[in-house]
C-alpha cells in the first residue's frame, strides 16, 4: 500500500510518498540546484515538494515557469489539483490574459504558473517586481541560454528578492560542459542533482521502454532524383572553387559545415568589399538549398519534397525572391528533377512503415496512444492524410503557432484542444514536430515513432520520454539505409552517453565547489565586496531612473527593451502607430537588424516608414543594428547605398549603427538624456500612419494574388480600369494586357472562380 506525502500545504492522500524524490528536494531546498531526471519520474512532484516547503518557511509567493502555454494549463491544474492553497490563489498567465489584469491578479496570487515571457515583459514595463518570490521553478531549464527570458527573469530575480530560491528541472541539459555550465550559471544555480533509471532508488519506478531501429532502402526512382540534386551541388562547389573558396570532401559537408562557410565568407567581406565575395555567398546560399532538397528526398518522403519545391519556385518568382533561388529555378538539372518530381509515382517506404506499425499497435491494443514524431511540417501534413486513410487509425496533426506560405499553425489554444481529444481516444495517432517533444503529460502513450533520427541529444531525449511514464512502451526509429539518418542516429546516441557522462562529472564538480565556498565562509565573518560588484552598481546611473522611453508594443519582443530595463530606464509600452521608440517630442527613432531592413526594402514597407516618421517627428532617427548589411541578402552595394542616401537626404532621416541590442539600448538612452536631460525637452507621442490612397489599395488588392506585383497589378488596372473588371475578365483577356502571362493569367481565374473551403 502506497504511503502519501503529509504537508499543510499538499492535499493528503494525493501525492506517492516516494523516496527519491524526496532526497532530490532535501538536496533542492540547501541551495538553488539543477535537477535532471528521465521524462516520467515526477519532477514536477519535486517542484511541489520544494515549493510547499519554501512558502511555509519563508512566505511570500512562488513562481512556476514553463515554455509553453500547453505546459502551462497542464502544470496548473496539477497544482489545483494536489496543493492545499484556495483555487483563486494558484494563478495562470499567459499572453491571452491583459496586462491590466494580470497586476491584479500578480497581487492576490500565492503560486503563479506562468510562460516566462509574459513575466519578462512584465517585469520590464514595471507592471509586477519579484521582491517577495519565495521561489522559481524554471521548467525545461535546459532552454536558459543566450537571450532566453529564462536568463533576464533569473538576473532579476536574484538581483531583487529579498530571499531568492531557484529549482530547474530537465530531462537533458545538453552534452557538453559548456552547454551545462551555461545553464547553471544563467540561473544561478549552486548544486547539480541527477537520477538515473539505473538508480536502485528509481529502478521500482521505472517501466519498460524498447527501443528498435528499423533500416529502410530508398527507391531506385528517388535515388535518380537525388542524383539530379547531387550534379547541381558538385556544378555549385566547382563554381565556389572557381570564386577562390574550395570545400574538400563535398561528399561529406554538413549544414553547420556549410553555415560556417557562410559566415566565413560574410565576416571577409566586411573587410574586403570584393565583388567574388558576393557571388561566393549567394552560390553557398544555393548549396544550402539543394541540399535541403537532397535531406528531404533521403530522409522524408516525396510529397514533402513537392511542397518544397513548390515553395523555392514561389520564392524564385516572387518580388522579393533573392538571387540564389532565382538561379536555381533556371538550372537544367532542377528543371528536370521538378519534372521527375511531379510524375514519380514511388513515395518513401518509410510511409509505409509507419502506417504497418501503428496498425498492428492499435490491432493489438486498441486503446494505444500513438505519436510519430517529424521533423517537418510537410512531412506531418503527409504522414497525417496518409494514416487518415486506415480504419481505426484516428491521426491528427500537431505543429507550432507559426504560419508561413501554405502552411497554417495551430494557436495555443487549438493545441490544448488537441492534448485533451488526444488524452480522451477522440485521436489515438498524435503526428507532431517539435512542439510536441516537451514535456506532454500523455501518461498513456504505449509508442513513439520517429520518422526520422535527430542529431540533438537533448531532443531525442524528449522525444523518447513521452512513452513508458505509466506502463511499458516502445520507441521506433525509421533510418534511411545509406543517408544522413544514420548519422543522426549514431550522432545522437553518442551525445547522450556524453551528457550523462558530463552531468555526473559536473555534479561531482560542484559539490566540491560548495564545500569549499562554505569553508571559505567559515573562516570570513563578513566577506568584503568585489571590485566587479562595485563596477556593476555604479555602471548604472541613477540618474536614468528618471529618463522615460516609450515604446511600440511590438518591440517589446526585442532584446533592445530588456537592456534599456537594466540600464534604468524608465519605460512605458504603448501602440505607435509611427516609429518604434519615442524619447521626446520631436525624437522618435525607428530601429532595424540588418535583416529587418533589407526584407523591408525588399517588401516595398521600408519608404512608407520612413516617410511616416520623417512627416510625424521634427527630428527622427533610423538605427540600424548588426553586422553584414550588404550581405545578408546578396542585393547589390549600389542599392543599400541609394537606399541610405535616399533617406538620409530625401527624407532628412539621420541614420546611425550599433553593433547590438546592447549597443542600441546604450545610444537610446544617451539621445534620451540628451532631450530631456539636457534640453529638458517633455515626451510626447504624435503622427498617424499616412492613409493609403485609392489608387494604392487598388493595386494592394490585385497583388494580393500570387505572382503579382505592383508592376503588373498597375498594367491590370490601366487596362480594365477598375478592380471589378479585372476580377471580371476571362483569361483571354487577361492574357492580352503587358507582362501577364499564360501561368498568371490562370492563377488569376483560379483565385477569382475557385470555390472557397476555407
Not at 536568463?151 to 530537465?170: D, S
Not at 528618471?546 to 504603448?574: C, M, P, W
Not at 493609403?692 to 494580393?704: F, P, R, T, V
Amino acid at each position: 500500500m502506497a504511503n502519501y506525502i503529509e504537508h499543510p500545504l499538499i492535499v493528503p492522500g494525493t501525492v506517492e510518498q516516494r523516496l527519491y524524490q524526496l532526497d532530490l528536494a532535501g538536496k533542492a531546498l540547501s541551495s538553488p540546484t539543477l535537477i535532471v531526471m528521465p521524462t516520467g519520474l515526477g519532477k514536477t512532484i519535486v517542484s511541489l515538494l520544494v515549493i510547499a516547503a519554501r512558502i511555509e518557511k519563508v512566505g511570500g509567493k512562488a513562481l512556476v515557469l514553463s515554455p509553453t502555454k500547453p505546459l502551462v494549463e497542464q502544470h496548473a491544474s496539477f497544482f489545483k489539483k494536489v496543493m492545499n492553497i484556495p483555487e483563486n490563489e494558484i494563478i495562470t498567465f499567459t499572453g491571452s490574459v491583459s496586462p491590466e489584469k494580470r497586476v491584479e491578479l500578480w497581487k492576490k496570487g500565492k503560486l503563479i504558473v506562468s510562460t516566462p515571457q509574459v513575466i519578462e515583459n512584465d517585469i520590464i514595463t514595471k507592471r509586477i517586481n519579484l521582491d517577495d518570490v519565495c521561489h522559481i521553478t524554471f521548467d525545461e531549464a535546459h532552454r536558459a541560454v543566450g537571450n532566453y527570458a529564462y536568463t533576464y527573469i533569473a538576473e532579476k530575480y536574484f538581483e531583487n528578492a529579498k530571499n531568492p530560491h531557484c529549482l530547474g528541472i530537465t530531462a537533458s541539459p545538453g552534452s557538453t560542459d559548456e552547454k551545462i555550465s551555461e545553464v547553471c550559471e544563467a540561473l544561478h544555480i549552486k548544486s547539480v542533482a541527477i537520477k538515473t533509471e539505473s538508480d536502485s532508488d528509481v529502478k521500482p519506478y521505472i517501466h519498460k521502454k524498447e527501443i528498435e531501429w528499423i533500416k529502410i532502402e530508398l527507391p531506385r526512382e528517388m535515388i535518380e532524383i537525388k542524383a539530379l540534386f547531387e550534379k547541381v551541388m558538385e556544378d555549385r562547389f566547382t563554381k565556389l572553387a572557381d570564386f577562390g573558396f574550395p570545400v574538400h570532401n563535398t561528399k561529406f559537408v554538413t549544414k553547420k559545415d556549410l553555415l560556417g562557410i557562410q559566415k566565413k565568407l560574410q565576416e571577409e567581406l566586411r573587410g574586403l568589399p570584393d565583388p567574388s565575395l558576393y557571388g561566393a555567398i549567394s552560390i553557398v546560399a544555393e548549396i544550402m538549398k539543394v541540399s535541403h532538397a537532397i535531406e528531404i528526398i533521403e530522409t522524408q518522403g516525396m510529397e514533402s519534397l513537392r511542397k518544397y519545391m513548390e515553395r523555392l519556385e514561389h520564392e524564385a518568382y516572387s518580388k522579393s525572391g533573392s538571387k540564389a533561388s532565382k538561379r536555381l529555378a533556371e538550372d537544367l538539372y532542377i528543371r528536370q528533377a521538378i519534372h521527375r518530381i511531379k510524375d514519380c509515382e514511388s513515395e518513401h517506404p518509410k510511409l509505409e512503415f509507419v502506417k504497418n506499425i501503428v496498425i498492428n499497435q492499435i490491432k493489438d491494443k486498441t486503446e494505444s496512444r500513438v505519436i510519430v514524431f517529424t521533423n517537418y511540417r510537410d512531412t506531418a501534413d503527409m504522414v497525417t492524410t496518409f494514416l487518415k486513410t486506415v480504419n481505426d487509425i484516428k491521426p491528427i496533426r500537431f505543429v507550432g503557432q507559426s504560419s508561413k506560405f501554405k502552411d497554417k499553425g495551430l494557436t495555443q489554444k487549438q493545441q490544448v484542444q488537441i492534448i485533451e481529444d488526444f488524452k480522451k481516444g477522440i485521436y489515438n495517432v498524435l503526428v507532431a514536430t517539435s512542439v510536441a517533444e516537451e514535456g506532454l503529460d500523455i501518461p498513456s502513450t504505449d509508442l513513439v515513432v520517429f520518422y526520422e533520427p535527430i542529431p540533438s541529444e537533448i531532443r531525442s531525449i524528449q522525444r523518447k520520454g513521452r512513452t513508458a511514464r505509466k506502463r511499458a512502451g516502445r520507441v521506433v526509429v525509421l533510418v534511411t539505409k545509406g543517408t544522413r539518418d544514420e548519422g543522426y542516429y549514431w550522432s545522437s546516441l553518442f551525445k547522450e552517453r556524453q551528457m550523462l557522462s558530463n552531468i555526473k562529472d559536473f555534479q561531482e564538480i560542484m559539490s566540491a565547489d560548495s564545500t569549499l565556498e562554505e569553508s571559505a565562509a567559515q573562516e570570513t565573518e563578513k566577506p568584503q565586496k568585489q571590485l566587479t560588484e562595485y563596477a556593476e552598481y555604479n555602471s548604472i546611473d541613477k540618474c536614468n531612473h528618471n529618463i522615460n522611453i516609450f515604446i511600440d508594443h511590438r518591440e517589446i519582443r526585442s532584446q533592445v527593451a530588456r537592456e534599456l530595463e537594466k540600464l534604468g530606464a524608465n519605460i512605458t509600452i504603448k501602440t505607435l502607430e509611427v516609429a518604434d521608440y519615442v524619447i521626446s517630442e520631436r525624437i522618435a527613432i525607428e530601429r532595424k537588424s540588418v535583416e529587418d531592413f533589407v526584407n523591408s526594402l525588399l517588401n516595398n514597407v521600408l519608404f512608407e516608414q520612413i516617410s511616416n516618421i520623417s512627416r510625424s517627428y521634427e527630428k527622427p532617427v533610423l538605427i540600424i543594428e548588426g553586422e553584414g548589411l550588404f550581405s545578408v541578402r546578396q542585393i547589390s552595394p549600389s542599392s543599400i547605398h541609394g537606399t541610405l542616401a535616399s533617406i538620409g537626404i530625401d527624407f532628412g532621416v539621420s541614420i546611425f549603427y550599433t553593433r547590438d541590442a546592447q549597443d542600441s539600448a546604450a545610444f537610446i538612452l544617451t539621445l534620451a538624456k540628451r532631450e530631456q536631460s539636457n534640453e529638458q525637452r517633455e515626451i510626447k507621442v504624435h503622427g498617424k500612419k499616412a492613409s493609403k490612397m485609392l489608387s494604392e489599395q487598388q493595386e494592394y488588392i490585385i497583388s494580393a494574388i500570387k505572382d503579382i506585383g505592383p508592376t503588373a497589378a498597375r498594367n491590370l488596372l490601366k487596362h480594365f480600369g477598375s478592380v471589378e473588371n479585372v476580377m471580371k475578365a476571362e483569361y483571354g483577356e487577361l492574357i492580352k494586357v503587358r507582362n501577364i502571362g499564360p501561368k498568371t493569367a490562370s492563377r488569376i481565374r483560379e483565385v477569382v472562380s475557385s470555390e472557397y473551403k476555407g
